[in-house]
Structure formats: structure tokens, C-alpha cells
């Protein structure tokens, strides 16, 4: 069966998902992005580089290998991979240390592997709080969300994506094991704003898979094959996604695509409840997100 949920986990070369996730598509894209990619491999740093630079946007690329010394710069986004750290705790907060204000972090942690190596979740919350971090997002969102292990789950509403420790706990123990733990963090105690997919003028965009692709995905009975949390879930999509989805190309406000269902005789208030739950939905999957202003 094929299933959505290719790179819901994220990717350490796509800036959009940067943009939305640790700055909530706020952060005007042409302002210089300065980006330090630690540990893994140095093909992390060149797939970044190469995403920037054919967006024609600003910013540098960096590379540090896992146990190097840290740079003496400042970074407003880290890609941390601590899977071959022997402290991991000890090196996140040395990171953080590199970290320019406002700035965030992607941290990718092995999972748990019940016996007693990798990370569970709440391990994660632990670690990140030792270092001052806290998360904003663990990816992919709706991984993390145990309705929708259940037998019947229903439709995605929540547009906030915010990180609950129980409620991911929960999840991992109805699910049957992931591979990482993947978070975007910031400072504790910061207050991360993120623009409205609500408001008209937002220009929402896809990344993986294109809006008809997406949309082939669905089955007949309106729900979505993904793999979350090691399980094959049917998640629940409104039926008037499949004619959404592929309007989103990047280019489009919101209010566009409302005009455009309204000549589809989708009213107002209707197209509010529709895009809703789509975009909950997919954002959830990380495959809708909010494009950055310029």
C-alpha cells in the first residue's frame, strides 16, 4: 500500500519546513539564514546548501562533525543529529550555546528500542528541558497524537501543533516504535509566534508530494494510508480535499482558494470548516505548510 507519510519525520534540506516549524513562517525569507548542520553526514549540509540556494535565498551552511570543537559563530538554525554523540545531553546544550536569539534547533535522537537503548519520549522532553530547550513541534505532528491509534478516530481540527508530553507518551505506547525522535526546539520560555492558516492573505505551499498526488492517495472512503508511530493509520480527510489540494501551489492565498471553491458553490462559512480540517490534517502529516513573506 502506498502511504503518505514519506519524510513526515522532516528533512534536514528543506527550508519551508524550517520556515514553518521554528518560525512559523514569519521570518521573512529574504532576511540571511545562517545555518549550522552538526553531526550525520556532510551530505545533510550540501542538500541544505543546495535548497537555498534554488530559492535565490541568503545564508551560510556550515558543517561540524559529531565530538568537533564548536565554531565560534552564532546560528539562527542548527540541524543536530545526536545519534553518534556519546553525551548527547552535553552536546545539546553546547549547541545551544552557538544558537542566536530567536534561533532554533532540529534535534534527531534514536527512539527507544525497549531495551534500554535509544530515547523514549519523554527521555526527549528531559533532555531538551536539561538544556534550557523546550519543543515547539515534535514532527511529525501527528505522529504524536494517540486519537488517531484509535479505532475510529475523528477529523483533525487542531491548528496549534503543540507539543504535550502525555499525550506523546500515550502515543508511543499504543504505537509500535519509530526509528528517531525528531523535534524543532527553541529557548524555554520563548514565545513562538506562527502566522494563521486561517487568514486570507497566508500563502499556503506542499512540499513531498503535489496536491493531486496527495489527493490520489485518499481512498474512496475519504481516509488516508499513513504509517505513524510504526502503524498503518486511516486518517480521516474531509471528501472536499481532493479538489483543495491541488489548487495549493504555492502561489495562492487562502482567500484565492476560497473564491475559487465559492464558484464551486462552497460558501464562505463552509469553505472555513473545509480548509480547516485540511490543513490540520496535513500540516499535522508535514505536507502543508505556510509559505514565509519574502
Given at each position: 500500500m502506498v502511504h503518505a507519510s514519506s519524510l513526515t519525520t522532516g528533512s534536514a534540506g528543506d527550508p519551508r519546513e524550517v520556515d514553518y516549524w521554528l518560525f512559523g513562517a514569519l521570518r521573512p525569507r529574504s532576511?540571511?539564514?545562517?545555518?549550522?548542520?552538526a553531526g550525520g553526514d556532510a551530505a545533510r549540509a550540501a542538500r541544505l546548501t543546495e535548497s537555498l540556494e534554488a530559492e535565490g535565498r541568503p545564508g551560510e551552511v556550515g558543517f561540524l562533525a559529531a565530538d568537533a570543537p564548536l565554531p565560534s559563530s552564532v546560528y539562527d538554525?542548527?540541524?543536530?543529529?545526536?545519534?553518534?554523540?556519546?553525551?548527547?545531553?552535553?552536546?545539546?546544550?553546547?549547541?545551544?550555546?552557538?544558537?542566536?536569539?530567536?534561533?532554533?534547533?532540529?534535534?534527531?535522537?534514536?527512539?527507544?528500542d525497549g531495551r534500554g537503548g535509544g530515547c523514549a519520549v519523554g527521555g526527549l522532553f528531559d533532555l531538551l528541558a536539561a538544556a534550557g530547550l523546550a519543543p515547539v513541534c515534535l514532527m511529525a505532528p501527528l505522529e504524536y497524537e494517540p486519537a488517531l491509534l484509535e479505532a475510529d478516530p475523528a477529523f483533525c481540527t487542531d491548528l496549534d501543533f503543540l507539543p504535550d508530553r502525555a499525550r506523546?507518551?500515550?502515543?508511543?505506547?499504543?504505537?509500535?516504535?519509530?526509528?528517531?525522535?525528531?523535534?524543532?526546539v527553541r529557548r524555554a520560555?520563548?514565545?513562538?509566534?506562527?502566522?494563521?492558516?486561517?487568514?486570507?492573505?497566508?500563502?499556503?505551499?506542499?512540499?513531498?508530494?503535489?496536491?493531486?498526488?496527495?489527493?490520489?492517495?485518499?481512498?474512496?472512503?475519504?481516509?488516508?494510508?499513513?504509517?505513524?508511530?510504526?502503524?498503518?493509520?486511516?486518517?480521516p480527510v474531509i471528501s472536499q480535499?481532493?479538489?483543495?489540494?491541488?489548487?495549493?501551489?504555492?502561489?495562492?492565498?487562502?482567500?484565492?482558494?476560497?473564491?475559487?471553491?465559492?464558484?464551486?458553490g462552497v460558501d464562505a462559512a463552509q469553505f472555513?470548516?473545509?480548509?480547516?480540517?485540511?490543513?490540520?490534517?496535513?500540516?499535522?502529516?508535514?505536507?502543508?505548510?505556510?509559505?514565509?513573506?519574502?
Open positions: 532576511r540571511a539564514l545562517r545555518v549550522l548542520v538554525y542548527i540541524d543536530c543529529d545526536l545519534s553518534a554523540e556519546a553525551e548527547p545531553g552535553a552536546r545539546l546544550e553546547a549547541l545551544g550555546g552557538v544558537l542566536a536569539p530567536g534561533g532554533g534547533i532540529r534535534v534527531v535522537m534514536p527512539a527507544s506523546a507518551g500515550l502515543a508511543e505506547l499504543l504505537g509500535v516504535g519509530r526509528a528517531f525522535q525528531v523535534a524543532y520560555g520563548e514565545v513562538v509566534g506562527r502566522a494563521d492558516p486561517m487568514d486570507p492573505a497566508c500563502v499556503p505551499v506542499l512540499r513531498g508530494l503535489d496536491g493531486l498526488g496527495l489527493s490520489r492517495l485518499m481512498r474512496p472512503d475519504n481516509r488516508l494510508p499513513v504509517r505513524l508511530a510504526g502503524r498503518e493509520v486511516l486518517v480535499a481532493r479538489g483543495l489540494l491541488p489548487l495549493v501551489d504555492g502561489r495562492r492565498t487562502v482567500g484565492e482558494l476560497a473564491a475559487l471553491l465559492d464558484n464551486r472555513r470548516q473545509v480548509w480547516r480540517i485540511t490543513f490540520a490534517t496535513f500540516a499535522g502529516l508535514n505536507q502543508l505548510l505556510l509559505q514565509a513573506p519574502l
